[in-house]
């Protein structure tokens, strides 16, 4: 099964971007409703996201979620390793009994390909900010 904490916390990250810009109140409820999941696992995730410094949250009847800083200064990595930091491009199998070459070496050869495959999610998630996100949205809403 996969993690979807990474795109969830995306979701909820653009989704309060788009409506800071438009002037709408964001909440764990309206986020919850939107995701399809229950305001406790929204929260939880938001709670992560706002000791990384990515959001912020405020209380009350003019409360909500806001971004903490500018879309342009977020990175998809940052949200990356605040909901998931040990993240990895896959699990690697045990080896129970070393037998042959293969079975003997596929842990090196899977830690180097995993290594250089968690590198290149880096990379990518890094150049790219929440602004991109947006961006890229429009153009794709654009485009139909």
Do not use: Y
């Amino acid at each position: 099964m996969a993690d979807t904490r990474f795109p969830t916390a995306l979701q909820i990250v653009v989704t309060a971007a788009i409506n800071e810009r438009q002037g709408v109140r964001t909440t764990s409820s309206t986020l919850a409703d939107s995701l399809e999941t229950n305001s406790s696992f929204v929260r939880k995730t938001l709670s992560t996201m706002a000791k990384a410094g990515i959001i912020s949250a405020s209380e009350g009847a003019q409360g909500g979620i806001k971004l903490a800083k500018p879309a342009n200064q977020i990175t998809l990595q940052m949200v990356r390793d605040a909901t998931t930091p040990d993240a990895r491009a896959w699990a690697q199998r045990d080896v129970s009994q070393p037998a042959c070459l293969v079975t003997r070496n596929i842990g090196g050869l899977s830690e180097m390909l995993c290594s250089k495959a968690d590198d290149a999610i880096a990379g990518v998630l890094s150049s790219m900010t929440i602004e991109d996100c947006l961006n890229e949205l429009h153009r794709l809403d654009t485009s139909r």
